[in-house]
């Protein structure tokens, strides 16, 4: 049975390290309003949508160090999180999609309630809402990648090891949208057990969001090659299982760091139809 879903790929441009949470989620609701008129039943934004990419700064130099310091006294660093869901910020976007009928995926940091032995988690996290304005799944983000501890010789951090824990939920898929979808962030398109548990799981469309600085410090001969990496891994991702994957940036320069742009859209044939 054929079935047809228009979705929108929501690129995102740079958000300042002071743009207040309200004027972010005004872009988002432009970009959902503009899918309504393209028709999208669907639209993907990036990876920690609400937010500049904080990871890329260290923020926490007066706590004790390691991952014990964050929740301590790191103001800055707590206003990236959202600790519930919709929150008072994001619920218009929530009203939005329903009014709409337009469903969403977005990243964003969480920062959970205490679980049984008192700790709070932190995820880099990215949830899929129908078009009813309910969420219908959440993932948190498997593959961290960078450094947890400060390394000044870095034109800027990657702190995402510090910042956030490994999810040890795994990849699961959702039925919505009258399909079967699994979500990653970032770096987890880079490798195949991402798509490879999702297809077991019968997945048919892979939604991913990234911010992928143009200046990989840990080996940067490989900086030519990050658009080249990019369509290979998502385009191979889609193929070797079945699924059509919809990759989507936040690019440009923010906050003087140069992240990678080329948002796709993915067939199962491994070919982009659009970008
Ligand atoms: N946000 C990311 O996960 N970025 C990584 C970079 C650091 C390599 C990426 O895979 O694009």
């Known amino acids: 049975m054929t079935r047809e879903l228009v979705v929108g790929a929501a690129q995102l441009g740079p958000i300042a390290r002071d743009e207040p949470r309200s004027e972010v989620i005004e872009r988002l609701l432009t970009l959902l309003r503009r899918g309504a008129r393209y028709g999208c039943e669907l639209v993907v934004f990036p990876e920690l949508a609400l937010t500049t990419f904080f990871p890329r700064w260290y923020l926490d130099e007066g706590g004790p160090g ?29 009203d939005e999609a329903k009014r709409l009928a337009v469903g969403f995926c977005l990243g964003y940091a969480e920062l959970t309630p205490p679980d049984a032995d008192g700790r709070r988690h932190r995820y880099n996290t990215s949830m899929l809402v129908d078009r009813t304005g309910e969420i219908v799944g959440t993932y948190r983000k498997v593959h961290i990648p960078g450094h947890e501890d400060h390394e000044p010789w870095r034109k800027f951090q990657h702190l995402e090891r510090r910042y956030f824990e490994e ?48 200046d990989y410090a840990p080996d940067p001969s490989q900086n030519p090659l990050q658009s080249f990496h990019n369509h290979l891994v998502m385009q191979a991702g889609a193929y070797q299982n079945g699924t059509w994957v919809v990759g989507v940036a936040k690019g440009g320069i923010e906050e003087g760091v140069e992240s990678l742009a080329q948002t796709a859209i993915i067939a199962p044939s491994g070919q982009i139809v659009a970008q």
């Open 66 to 94: 390691g991952r014990d310091a964050i929740g301590g006294d790191t103001n800055e660093l707590d206003a990236y999180y959202e600790e519930e869901m919709p929150s008072v910020a994001t619920q218009v976007l929530f």
């Open 167 to 214: 999810s040890p939920d795994g990849f699961r898929t959702f039925e919505a949208f009258g399909g079967t979808f699994g979500m990653a962030i970032c770096n987890d398109r880079r490798w195949p057990e991402t798509y490879r548990v999702l297809g077991l799981q019968g997945a048919e469309m892979v939604l991913i969001g990234y911010n992928t600085p143009l």
